[in-house]
């Protein structure tokens, strides 16, 4: 039921771009990001919603494809700040009409001056 | 700022123990969420709560069992505590009932079972 994630994991000069992608075999109704620092918390990204709403980050961008259950997370001209581990979450229908998010194992990105 | 706070940053308990992770949050947020995470398994669902008294089962929910007396309040409990549960431990909550929102996670706990 984890949400898959490619890579998983990838070293970036500053300045260049990586894209993170994220595939369910589940109908989605959302999907989410996160990125974790070591020894940090988890932080929020962004939502994108089915329809294509989307909602956060304002220098990170993505993308959902809501018939292929995927969304890719785009970070271009990348910063040392953006080190960490990324996280998708995927939003489905548990039955009931109760919701579940389940995150997928990360990403590790690693950007290197 | 929405704060999310745990009890303990590091905690060490042996096999067959009762534990008790504690999770408070001070934004009058709906639901409230325990994953626990390990190594190259990203984020597990243990357990999640849309409201005071109600509890949801996540992924992971064997060997553990949830209580939410009061809405900022959401605890964690391992009845017999046993090395395999060993593991960093992040609560969450966020604040829409209708929709899954943006969580916001605390600091976690490092859970040590001897």
């Known amino acids: 039921q984890q949400p898959v994630q490619s890579p998983q994991a990838v070293i970036l000069r500053e300045g260049e771009d990586a894209v993170i992608n994220c595939s369910s075999s589940k109908a989605l109704y959302s999907v989410h990001w996160y990125r974790q620092k070591h020894g940090e918390a988890p932080v929020f990204l962004m939502i994108?919603?089915?329809?294509?709403e989307q909602k956060g980050h304002e220098k990170i961008s993505a993308s959902f494809n809501e018939k292929k259950q995927q969304s890719s997370l785009y970070l271009t001209a990348s910063q040392l700040s953006y080190s960490g581990t990324y996280f998708c979450?995927?939003?489905?229908?548990?039955?009931?009409?109760?919701?579940?998010?389940?995150f997928g194992k990360g990403t590790k990105l690693s950007v290197i001056p | 700022d929405v704060k999310v706070t745990q009890s303990s940053r590091y905690l060490v308990k042996r096999t067959g123990e009762k534990v008790f992770l504690e999770c408070v949050q001070d934004m009058d947020h709906e639901n409230m969420f325990w994953y626990r995470q390990d190594p190259g398994l990203g984020l597990r669902l243990i357990y999640f709560s849309y409201d005071v008294k109600m509890k949801e089962k996540g992924d992971i929910p064997e060997g553990y069992s949830v209580s939410r007396e009061k809405k900022e309040r959401f605890s964690l409990i391992l009845e017999s505590a046993s090395t395999n549960q060993t593991s960093m431990y992040l609560c969450?909550?966020?604040?829409?009932?209708?929709?899954?929102?943006?969580?916001?996670f605390g600091p976690g706990t490092r859970l040590t079972v001897l």
């Open positions: 979450g995927t939003e489905w229908d548990s039955g009931a009409g109760s919701y579940q998010l389940t």
């Open positions: 969450a909550s966020s604040l829409s009932l209708a929709v899954l929102d943006e969580q916001f």
């Open positions: 994108l919603l089915k329809g294509g």
